[in-house]
């Protein structure tokens, strides 16, 4: 199993910048990538960003550009650089692991951008 956790969002204001955190661990070795969605209220999860296990990245059109996913190998940790912040980037972030046998999902961190 893998478990993660999520850290790093807050209140911004609009135009700000956040970096969250997806720490991993348990069998990180099974892990094959790592993907940021995002979940604004009374809508559905939609996906943003994904770090793959040879270091290949892709964005959402809705925030390429402004955010940048990378990871740190040693600490067994992926980021989500945020910048250019906009209020409707206001949602729950989370970070889901894609391994076999399945995919692992983490609790979650709020970020909220005011205008």
């Known amino acids: 199993q893998v478990q993660l956790v999520e850290s790093g969002g807050g209140l911004v204001q609009a135009g700000g910048s956040l970096r969250l955190s997806c720490a991993t661990s348990g069998s990180t070795f099974s892990i094959n990538a790592i993907d940021w969605y995002r979940q604004a209220p009374g809508n559905q999860r939609v996906w943003v960003a994904r770090?793959?296990?040879?270091?290949?990245?892709n964005y959402a059109d809705s925030v390429k550009g402004r955010f940048t996913i990378s990871r740190d190998n040693a600490k067994n940790t992926v980021y989500l650089q945020m910048n250019s912040l906009k209020p409707e980037d206001t949602a729950v972030y989370y970070c889901?692991?894609?391994?076999?046998?399945?995919?692992?999902w983490g609790q979650g961190t709020q970020v909220t951008v005011s205008s």
């Open positions: 770090i793959s296990i040879s270091g290949r990245t």
């Open positions: 889901k692991a894609e391994s076999f046998p399945g995919d692992y």
